[in-house]
């Protein structure tokens, strides 16, 4: 079984940074695609970055394309979300997650960390 742990949410001004990581643990992962999610309120859960864990390709939702960037450390178990110049419209929970296979869904979750932009 494979736990998440994340951590780099808080406070920032519109404009600012902010560096998520994740952590993996567990002697059985192996993770074909981990990614970073997000849920603010009163909408849906919505995908914000992934990364295959081998070979590194990357992809962004149109929304945060070219402010934020995913990537890992595979030696250690860690996934990160660098964000810059953040906006008010992305205050939100974010998730960080990860898939075994692309067949699958997303099989297992962190337990999210809240990120708020003031204006």
């Known amino acids: 079984q494979v736990q998440l742990e994340e951590s780099g949410g808080g406070l920032v001004q519109a404009g600012g940074s902010l560096r998520f990581s994740c952590v993996a643990s567990?002697?059985?992962?192996?993770?074909?695609?981990m990614g970073w999610f997000r849920q603010a309120p009163g909408k849906e859960r919505e995908f914000v970055a992934r990364i295959y864990w081998n070979g590194g390709s990357t992809g962004y939702a149109d929304s945060v394309k070219g402010r934020f960037t995913i990537s890992r450390d595979n030696a250690k178990n860690t996934v990160y979300l660098q964000m810059n110049s953040l906006k008010p419209e992305d205050t939100a929970v974010y998730y960080c997650a990860g898939r075994n296979t692309w067949k699958n869904a997303y099989e297992y979750w962190g337990q999210g960390t809240q990120v708020t932009v003031s204006s």
């Open positions: 567990g002697r059985t992962f192996s993770p074909y695609e």
